[in-house]
């Protein structure tokens, strides 16, 4: 299953304005040129144009002349944009004077483009943290309608093809919310399966709610929480396949799954995994990725009304360019859902 060259083509098929804040930063650079010169995206760049013409040429980038440049310090629309800041603000007891410095600051600049419509996602990381990446989104474009918390999900693409969806499993939370309640839980999964959907190209994807329990078999108040959030995923999306309570082995491993929750429609052949909180779930993909072998693409931030994504620090050029096609996804599933 070649998912990133399906996401790319499909990229290429339905260009979307893919706003890049950081765009003085070299891997976002490059990145920016790759995905231009393959006309993968609409590429919007913020920054000093000066700056930015002027690194590009000194590392040879042929393309980015393509891209829509906008000075964050000379900006037509910075009053618009700061007036817009501080109505949405205002309850927050923002100033039009701190609305105005505000719309200077890449990130928050990019949220309004967004928000007033210039653009379809937005891509940072590489020099901020996922903090002040995520600050500007909950403010301007904030959550999708019936979602109060942001996650993220991260693809899994293993060696091993007899688990998840030919080796590739989805799994979420792995970067946002410490301790989620049973609700949270719940969009959490949703949020995750509409990711598998729409990144990974699952049709009807099999969630399972992980815990250190299946189905009864210990009694603990966060075996509860799991067991509510399955009922409330239920709720919120009965279309979907979810179960749970679930081990990681019952949900995964078909022998195991009969055995320990026979006639569930989810164990033994989960594609989406849910973990119970952030710290199983950022401690299992790094362990899976560094002792397995998998191969790990993210995080995927889900749960914004419009395509946010967050990059590491430590990324590549490379990563840039598929967390590109990713955010460009992304927002083809968002515009086909609000249809």
């Known amino acids: 299953m070649d998912i990133i060259g399906n996401l790319i083509s499909k990229a290429k098929a339905n260009p979307q304005r893919i ?27 913020i920054g000093d144009p000066a700056e930015i013409h002027f690194m590009a040429g000194k590392l040879g980038l042929e393309h980015i002349s393509q891209a829509t440049i906008i000075n964050p310090l000379d900006n037509p629309k910075a009053e618009e944009y700061a007036a817009l800041l501080c109505e949405l603000r205002k309850k ?19 949220c309004m483009i967004i928000k007033t419509g210039g653009a379809d996602g937005q891509l940072a990381g590489a020099r901020n943290t996922t903090g002040n990446v995520l600050r500007p989104a909950l403010q301007i474009i904030k959550t999708a309608p019936g979602i109060t918390c ?42 995750t399966a509409r990711t598998a959907e729409a990144i990974a190209g699952f049709d009807n994807p099999r969630v399972a709610m992980l815990s ?6 210990a009694s603990h108040e966060r ?19 979810i179960d749970g309570e679930l081990q990681a082995d019952a949900a995964l491993v078909p ?11 989810v164990a033994g052949h989960a594609d989406v995994l849910i973990a119970p909180n952030l710290e199983v779930g950022n401690i299992g993909y790094k362990l899976v990725e560094r002792l397995g072998g998998a191969q790990a ?43």
């Open 212 to 217: 250190f329990s299946t189905k009864g078999s």
């Open 92 to 110: 927050k007891g923002m100033t039009m004077e701190q609305a105005r410095e505000l719309v200077k600051d890449p990130l928050y600049l990019g």
């Open 297 to 339: 693409i993210g995080p995927i931030l889900q749960g914004i009304a419009r395509p946010v994504n967050d990059l590491s620090r430590g990324c590549c050029v490379d990563d840039v360019y598929k967390m590109i096609a990713i955010t460009s996804n992304q927002a083809i599933k968002a515009k086909e859902l609000e249809k």
């Open 255 to 265: 022998s195991v799954g009969e055995k320990k929750a026979p006639g569930s429609p």
């Open 223 to 241: 075996v509860d929480k799991v067991k509510e959030a399955t009922r409330l995923a239920h709720e919120m999306a009965p279309e979907l396949n």
């Open 150 to 191: 942001v996650s993220g999900a991260m693809l899994l693409l293993t060696h091993e093809r007899q688990y998840g969806r030919d080796g590739v499993v989805v799994m979420g939370d792995i970067a946002v919310m410490p301790e989620p309640d049973a609700a949270q839980l719940a969009q959490i999964a949703v949020c």
């Open 19 to 45: 706003v890049l804040p950081e765009a003085t930063e070299e891997r976002t650079l490059r990145a920016a040129d790759k995905a231009l010169a393959e006309k993968m995206a609409e590429i919007i760049l």
